[in-house]
């Protein structure tokens, strides 16, 4: 996933590389996820200065349990609260709550949604923020194994009181009955200040 960022003359453009989600079922309905963030890029381009930076993306830890629609319905909820380890000298622990909504359609097409909220570590001192997420996204199934999803996705950073707006698509490929690879693009709409 690529983001780029314009404010007060800086563009900062971050790219997240291979990032996993490992999960273990432990109940029927409930399931312990580590999500791997391989690699993390970052380059801030101010006028003539250009920052690179690149560091181990991160490692999540979430418990993921059905509150319905676990195997035999069109419409599914979960609550998944998640813990964000420091994995370097810059990165702090965070940690937040989802609330995952799931709905089977018609003519091979699927609606979900969820809304998020994390607190998270501020860019600078010792203190947090809250940062808040809300998104929509259909999939419809091309074929066998190939499916196809577009998404939109709002958030609100409270540290920098910003609203920002993407919108993201791309390929879901089932490469198993548990393994799927997924990529595509993720486009900033908008900032509101």
């Known amino acids: 996933k690529t983001e780029q960022y314009h404010a007060d003359g800086v563009k900062t453009i971050n ?5 996993a989600n ?7 309905s409930t ?3 580590v999500v791997i963030a391989t690699l993390n890029t970052s380059k801030i381009i101010n006028g003539g200065a250009i920052i690179k930076k690149s560091d181990f993306g991160g490692l999540t830890f979430r418990i ?12 599914a909820l979960a609550i998944l609260p998640f813990v964000s380890a420091p994995v370097n000298s810059d990165s702090k622990l965070s940690g937040g709550i989802i609330l995952p909504f ?6 091979g097409w699927d609606f979900g949604s969820q809304v998020e909220a994390d607190l ?4 600078t001192g010792k203190n947090y923020h809250f940062y808040f997420l809300a998104s929509a996204t259909t999939s419809y199934s091309l074929c066998r194994n190939l499916d196809f999803f577009t998404e939109v996705v709002v958030t609100r950073d ?3 009181k910003m609203y ?10 089932a490469v198993a009955k548990n393994v799927n690879l997924d990529g595509g693009i993720y486009y900033g709409i908008k900032n509101i200040s």
């Open 15 to 19: 790219n997240y590389i291979n990032t």
């Open 22 to 28: 490992l999960k273990l079922g432990i109940t029927h």
């Open 31 to 33: 399931d312990f996820q």
């Open 64 to 75: 993921k349990q059905n509150l319905w629609g676990n195997d035999n319905s069109n419409t």
């Open 102 to 107: 799931a709905m089977s359609l018609a003519h």
């Open 120 to 123: 998270a570590a501020n860019q």
């Open 158 to 160: 409270n540290e920098t």
């Open 164 to 173: 920002e707006y993407f919108i993201n698509g791309g390929p879901i490929y």
